[in-house]
């Protein structure tokens, strides 16, 4: 079945610098999705890319998708405490949705 | 809008025992899914309901079962539970034009 691997698995920043997740699927994907879960709480949708080679920008997360629609990028420029949590990216097949494991973000003040 | 809601929020059971846990998704929305979290699968889609019918199903064993009811609520429920049943079970729901899917807070079950 459809696979959505997600690097790193962790990452550990200081405040300021910047991050990256990446997401790949072992098939093309129609659309992607990103979620955030903070600890202790729950998904929260933060968008979601059609378009191949689309880009996306929110603040300082900018969201890509890949030209072949099999992988997506998040990048956050000048992370902040509050960019702490689990990052992750999310495709549909058959009618589920797949997650991909998530990266956790830790960032020290 | 009031968001999703998942009751009970903790949840303790024994080895054998079953349960039900049950979401109530934002009003206007009609489709509901169920994920398990666990620090070592991560997410994974249980089902999903729509209209009061399962739309979708993940690969989990028979035990596992849910139903939806005509004003979109849902329950999972689970039977003869097993330790490795021990997890967060969340509840999304969505409008079934649109991808992005709503998350409650989650039930943390826990099988001693």
Known sequence: GQQVMQIPQYQHVQEGEDFTTYCNSSTTLSNIQWYKQRPGGHPVFLIQLVKSGEVKKQKRLTFQFGEAKKNSSLHITATQTTDVGTYFCAGPSRGKLIFGQGTTLQVKP | ?112
């Open chain 2, 1 to 112: 809008k009031a968001g999703v809601t998942q009751t009970p929020r903790y949840l303790i059971k024994t080895r054998g025992q079953q349960v039900t846990l049950s979401c109530s998704p934002i009003s206007g929305h009609r489709s509901v899914s169920w994920y398990q979290q666990t620090p070592g699968q991560g997410l994974q889609f249980l089902f999903e309901y729509f209209s009061e019918t399962q739309r979708n199903k993940g690969n989990f064993p028979g035990r596992f079962s849910g139903r939806q009811f005509s004003n979109s609520r849902s329950e999972m429920n689970v039977s003869t539970l097993e330790l490795g049943d021990s997890a967060l079970y969340l509840c999304a729901s969505r409008t079934y034009q649109a991808n992005e899917q709503f998350f409650g807070p989650g039930t943390r079950l826990t099988v001693l």
